[in-house]
């Protein structure tokens, strides 16, 4: 069965804003973090930010740094990305993820990782 949801991804013009949620199913007491991903063909899924979900510390990646703002409601285990400012570079399919406790390696490592969403895709027109 389904067990991350995605939503909100589509398509917006250049400075526009978008925003994504992701409801997990699973693992919901086990998860300590949850996180986006992105990947464009040819290339390797990059984390773009991730949050811890008991003191929600957020950490980013420079190219989203002060433009994507990650948040999480515990109480129904969704995590949102919203995306402003968007630029043509940030086309991509996104993708959430989480990952378990005990889980070792850095968090921005989609290998450490346990369960992914479908991926929505995002596209930024100039």
């Known amino acids: 069965q389904v067990q991350l949801v995605e939503s909100g991804g589509g398509s917006v013009q250049a400075g526009g804003s978008l925003r994504l949620s992701c409801a997990s199913s699973?693992?919901?007491?086990?998860?300590?973090?949850m996180g986006w991903f992105r990947q464009t063909p040819g290339k390797e899924r990059e984390a773009i930010a991730t949050?811890?979900?008991?003191?929600?510390?957020?950490i980013y990646a420079d190219s989203v740094k002060g433009r994507f703002t990650i948040s999480i409601d515990k109480t129904v285990n969704t995590v949102y990305l919203q995306m402003n400012s968007l630029k043509p570079e940030d086309t991509a399919i996104y993708y959430c993820?989480?990952?378990?406790?005990?889980?070792?390696?850095?968090?921005?490592?989609?290998?450490?990782?346990?369960?992914w969403g479908q991926g929505t895709q995002v596209t930024v027109s100039s």
């Open positions: 993820a989480t990952r378990v406790r005990g889980r070792l390696g850095s968090v921005f490592g989609p290998e450490t990782y346990d369960r």
């Open positions: 949050i811890h979900k008991g003191s929600a510390n957020a």
């Open positions: 699973a693992d919901t007491d086990r998860i300590n973090y």
